[in-house]
């Protein structure tokens, strides 16, 4: 695998901003051998220059000092010879100088026409280099006696002139020599110093490229990693050495805290998956809990409705007050187990939104009807403002959100006070609106309001005030219409609760149904009632037959399954309980009086509210009454049946 170069690392965070930046280019060991390698050759190529130039300078100038020193030399053994016009003895002298071999040709002349030359006439004097010297008489008062007449005896006076002519080949191929010797040096220099800083930018590059990967597989993640370098020495320590050893110790220990972290990361694991199993079998057992205790309240608080609504009519004018007292109880425990067992609903995810286009005109003048008192009794102004838009959602969970909000806003808006409802387009599609000009919500309890049982304003919890179980319930179905409930409140600034939901055209929404009859009367209905608890069958054997309707009572499923079986008795109701005496289940019971009796009402009345209770409810499709069962809701179901064909 090729080493990374020493200025890239895979991956790398970006530097962090600086005042200047330095852009590197290359790599170390080029840089390294650019360094070494330069300066020797710049030195290399100087001095091999410099002497060089000697070399030949040397050369040139003995060249000419020897052509020059035969020419004198002629010169002075010529002179009285020329003197005297002695020409065998000036050919001797020339031919003297051509034996010596410094010179190729001679010539000897003076201006009386002695001409005397010695060596090849070389047509070419390309290659010939010629030297003068003039012919001077040495101790011309000696040679006074044979001077002619009118000739000088100064001795500075020339009386003639030697040429010899040099070859210059030899020069030629020695200087040749020299040039080549010279760049041959240049080259050997240069080639030693590319070696030797090859071999030490390799020495420092290839320790600098593991300790490069090194810092690479430390920053990955893989402290394993080492440098590996090795001090080769005695002398002394190396710096990269010590580098490399320095980064080992870091990538010890940081592989040593990596280890103590996993280490206290698994310790914190295993006690956070410990304490998660421990918050979910605390949750499991408060669900069990809460679904036991729903189950054994709503049996009693069941048989109570019935009994008083039972006596209700019947009850004396000192008797009513006490019994309306009870029943109002009663309504609130009612109300208390409804909100319970709504949240344990939706926690069981066993409710699915049924999707509509819904039009907030109508849905805004249900809920006016449904608020109008309790805003007029508050001496509260309610004002809807739907703007003629519709909405993609489902209507009475929608209906739910809304009425809750509302329902708030009026239970703290002050005494002449506002509280608006208004619609209006965003970008994410229409957005409801709920507010109202009360005392505010401060931000501490802002982001705990929707919590189960928290109330802010309710430390005396007063019932009539509600039980804190309103905004959880319509978080939660917000959550499960895709949307989510936000609050913008302020201390004596009143508070503005909104959520956004999917758009739709108005005209895509249906007609809204025409309203139901008014519920006739229930004499001569044949109703079958099945449960284990003796109260609750007195006190719906009681109700209904006030109602008018021919009741049958039994305890346990097999003889209600005999009294449906006989085909003697046609039902038109059957009423059964979930649990029954005997582990028996009342599920037997409903499949058995639709397939025995296809044509009667089949209502399973229940006081469980456990998840998997009502996910099997769901599946199988049953009509359930959750107890308490308010007489009202069992009238209306009564009367559908009542109303339906062929009853």
């Not at 030195?43 to 003995?62: D, I, K, M, P, Y």
């Not at 003697?568 to 109701?573: C, E, G, S």
Request: aromatic fraction near 4%; charged fraction near 20%.
């Amino acid at each position: 695998m090729p080493a990374p170069d020493l200025n890239t690392t895979a991956e790398s965070p970006p530097p962090p901003p600086a005042a200047s930046s330095l852009v590197m280019r290359g790599n170390l060991q080029r840089d390294l051998f650019r360094l070494g390698v330069v300066p020797c050759a710049a030195v290399a190529l100087a001095l091999t220059g410099w002497f060089t130039h000697n070399r030949l300078q040397t050369l040139e100038a003995a060249f000419d000092a020897e052509g020059q020193a035969v020419a004198k030399q002629v010169a002075a053994m010529s002179d009285l010879s020329l003197y005297a016009g002695d020409v065998p003895a000036l050919q001797n002298v020339a031919s003297a100088a051509l034996r010596g071999g410094q010179v190729t040709r001679v010539e000897i002349s003076n201006s009386a026409g002695v001409y005397v030359t010695a060596g090849p006439k070389n047509e070419s004097l390309a290659q010939l280099r010629m030297f003068s010297a003039p012919v001077t008489l040495r101790e011309a008062s000696r040679a006074s006696a044979f001077a002619p007449a009118g000739s000088t005896t100064a001795g500075d006076t020339p009386i003639g002139l030697v040429q010899t002519f040099r070859d210059t080949t030899a020069y030629t191929h020695e200087r040749s020599r020299s040039l080549i010797a010279g760049i041959g040096i240049a080259l050997v220099a240069l080639l030693a110093a590319w070696a030797s800083v090859r071999h030490m930018a390799r020495t420092v590059a290839r320790p600098l490229r593991r300790v490069s990967r090194t810092v690479a597989a430390l920053e990955a993640g893989h402290f394993e990693m080492r440098c590996g370098v090795i001090e080769g020495g005695t002398r002394g320590t190396h710096e990269l050495a010590m580098l490399a050893h320095d980064i080992d110790r870091l990538a010890e220990r940081l592989q040593y805290n990596r280890q103590v972290s996993e280490e206290r990361v698994r310790e914190a694991t295993a006690v956070a998956l410990q304490r998660m199993a421990e918050a979910e079998q605390a949750a499991l057992s408060r669900a069990r809990f809460l679904a036991a205790a729903s189950h054994d309240l709503r049996q009693p608080l069941h048989a109570m409705g019935l009994f008083i609504d039972g006596l209700l009519p019947s009850a004396t004018e000192a008797q009513r007050p006490a019994v309306l007292r009870l029943q109002e109880s009663t309504g609130f425990m009612g109300v208390l187990l409804d909100d319970l067992l709504e949240i344990s609903r939706l926690d069981a995810q066993v409710l699915t939104p049924a999707i509509t286009r819904v039009s907030l005109a109508a849905l805004f003048d249900q809920l006016d009807a449904q608020h109008a008192p309790a805003a007029s009794a508050a001496q509260v102004r309610l004002h809807w403002r739907d703007r003629g838009l519709a909405v993609r959602s489902d209507a009475s969970m929608v209906q739910r959100i809304v009425g809750n909000l509302v329902a708030n806003a009026l239970r703290h808006a002050p005494e002449g006070g506002t509280v608006l409802v208004a619609a209006r387009r965003s970008r994410a599609g229409v957005r409801i609106e709920v507010r109202d000009n009360g005392v505010g919500i401060a931000p501490i309890h802002q982001g705990r309001i929707f919590e189960e049982f928290y109330q802010v304003a309710n430390t005396e919890r007063d019932r009539r005030r509600g039980f804190g179980l309103g905004l959880a319930i319509c978080a939660r179905i917000a959550t499960l219409l895709g949307t989510r409930i936000t609050v913008r409140s302020a201390l004596q600034s009143g508070s503005t609760f909104a959520f956004t939901l999917a758009p739709a055209r108005m005209a895509d929404v249906a007609l809204p149904e025409p309203a139901p009859v008014a519920p006739a009367p229930l004499a001569g209905l044949r109703c079958l009632v099945v449960d284990d608890d003796p109260a609750i069958l007195d006190g719906t054997h009681a109700l209904l037959t006030q109602w008018g309707c021919e009741v049958e009572c039994v305890t346990t499923g097999a003889e209600a399954l005999a009294r449906l079986g006989t085909g003697d008795i046609t039902y038109d109701a059957v009423l059964c309980d979930l649990q029954l005496a005997g582990d028996a289940d009342g599920m037997e019971v409903i499949e058995a009086a639709r397939r025995l009796q296809p044509d009667a009402l089949a209502v399973l009345v229940s006081g469980a509210t456990g998840p998997e209770v009502l996910q099997r409810l769901r599946h199988g499709g049953v009509t359930l009454l959750t107890k308490p069962v308010a007489p009202a809701k069992l009238r209306a179901l009564l009367t559908t049946r009542r109303h339906a064909p062929g009853a």
